[in-house]
């Protein structure tokens, strides 16, 4: 996969059947309705005109609400991709553009974002042999009409002191998920019972509880296996796996292959 858009129209009904992380960058911009995203900690309430930019490795899961229809654009890139970015303008600046997890478009400059994607759609069906030129242009200078026009903007007013709390909670259990974490533990610290808390994780997130936690550890013990010579046993101990047998049917689910045949299909033994 090096570059795709698509354009989905999703009733309010629809939920994504697993959870989500993908080792490319995707931007995903409402056309039309409403809907939440969950990315890593943090919850977001989406409306049209947002911009939401999802990097490589960030868990995120979308929740639609409140309108029967949901019309998105999706745009998919490899990092590859912005190689000719970062020699032009070097990396701190491409970096920069992806600081921010949403951008909402003002309402008058959204005809000419929306112009940009439309054009990556022309060129995408390969006009002539300039085509992918033209589409990654494309795609560079929607990328810096974002980052120049970056609207601050706080879902503050519209969290329940319920969500807060779920974001809190889903914080510590990201940055403790090589402990023992519990589901009780977890809702003692936040002041909830551990079934209400439970209840109120999925409806925030979108994500169980121990679905969470799970995709957390496998997604940090992938990295491991691709990145470090540390056996399969201790990089699932150290992603809080405390069975080997569990860690690799876990794994296992998630990535489709084994934790050993995972690292052998990377090329690393």
């Not at 490795?57 to 970015?85: A, W």
């Not at 990089?235 to 045949?261: L, M, Q, T, W």
């Amino acid at each position: 996969m090096e570059f795709l858009i698509s354009r989905t129209r999703r009733s309010y009904e629809f939920n994504m059947v697993r959870s989500h992380w993908h080792p490319y960058y995707e931007l995903f911009y409402l056309v039309s309705g409403h809907c939440k995203i969950f990315i890593n900690h943090t919850l977001y309430y989406i409306e049209p005109g947002d911009m939401i930019f999802i990097s490589p490795g960030e868990i995120h899961r979308t929740t639609y609400h409140s309108s029967p229809v949901n019309e998105r654009i999706t745009l998919s890139f490899d990092t590859e991709y912005l190689n000719d970015m970062i020699q032009s303008c070097g990396s701190r600046l491409t970096d920069a553009l992806f600081q921010n997890s949403r951008i909402s478009i003002p309402s008058g400059s959204r005809p000419y974002a929306e112009e940009l994607i439309q054009k990556m759609v022309y060129e995408g069906a390969g006009q002539d042999g300039y085509s992918p030129v033209m589409k990654r242009n494309y795609l560079y200078e929607l990328l810096i009409f974002l980052s120049r026009c970056r609207e601050a903007k706080s879902d503050a007013g519209k969290f329940e002191v319920a969500e807060k709390a779920i974001e809190e909670a889903a914080e510590y259990i990201y940055h403790n998920y090589g402990t023992p974490v519990t589901l009780g533990e977890v809702a003692e610290r936040i002041h909830m019972s551990p079934a209400y808390f439970s209840r109120k994780f999925k409806a925030v997130t979108g994500f169980g509880f121990k679905e969470y936690l799970t995709n957390i550890r496998i997604r940090e013990a992938a990295s491991l296996l691709l990145n470090t010579g540390k056996s399969v046993t201790d990089i699932a101990v150290e992603c809080g796996f405390g069975d080997g047998n569990y860690f690799g049917d876990a794994f296992k689910k998630i990535k489709g292959v084994s934790p050993r045949d995972f690292r052998k299909m990377q090329g690393i033994l």
